[in-house]
């Protein structure tokens, strides 16, 4: 299971380099000298390059909400920071109202055809009728 906490993480990487480096000085003692030193001069070098960790600026707000940051800033900011929920929700407003339209358009135009059609309406409550239609009328 790895770690998400960084000062954790950090520990344990530097709990790893430290047994590779005991690993590595472990077999030092047979080598030769020059190749022992050009060795300790590479650690030298990875321990100098080693990165440091950084610490990230904390920012503090200056009163205003968290999401609309709404401290000290002018009436047109405000405004514009608002604008885009206000125009969604007039969208929303206009689609539902243009689907009902059209919904009732769709019933509208179902019940006419039912009323100027030669059939009676208690034709389209018979069990046989709608067999009927599902085979495919009388084509």
């Known amino acids: 299971m790895t770690s998400t906490d960084p ?3 950090q520990a344990q990487a530097d ?3 430290r047994a590779v480096a005991r690993r590595l000085a472990a077999g030092t003692e ?3 000298y ?3 030193e050009r060795l300790r001069a590479a ?3 990875a321990v100098t390059m080693r990165k440091i ?3 990230a600026p904390v920012v503090v707000g200056r009163g205003g909400s968290a999401l609309l940051a709404f401290g000290e800033r002018s009436w047109f900011n405000r405004i514009a920071s608002v604008l ?3 125009v969604l929700a007039a969208g929303l407003v206009l689609i539902h109202s243009a689907q009902t339209d ?8 179902v019940d006419a055809a039912l009323l100027t059609d030669d059939l009676p309406p208690s034709a389209y409550a018979d069990p046989g009728f709608v067999q009927f239609l599902k085979s495919g009328g009388a084509e």
């Open 7 to 9: 000062l954790r993480a």
């Open 34 to 36: 020059e190749a022992a």
């Open 84 to 86: 885009p929920l206000v």
């Open 43 to 45: 650690r030298v070098r």
């Open 15 to 17: 709990q790893f380099g």
């Open 30 to 32: 047979e080598m030769p």
């Open 102 to 109: 059209r919904r009732a358009s769709e019933l509208a135009e």
């Open 53 to 55: 960790p950084e610490h």
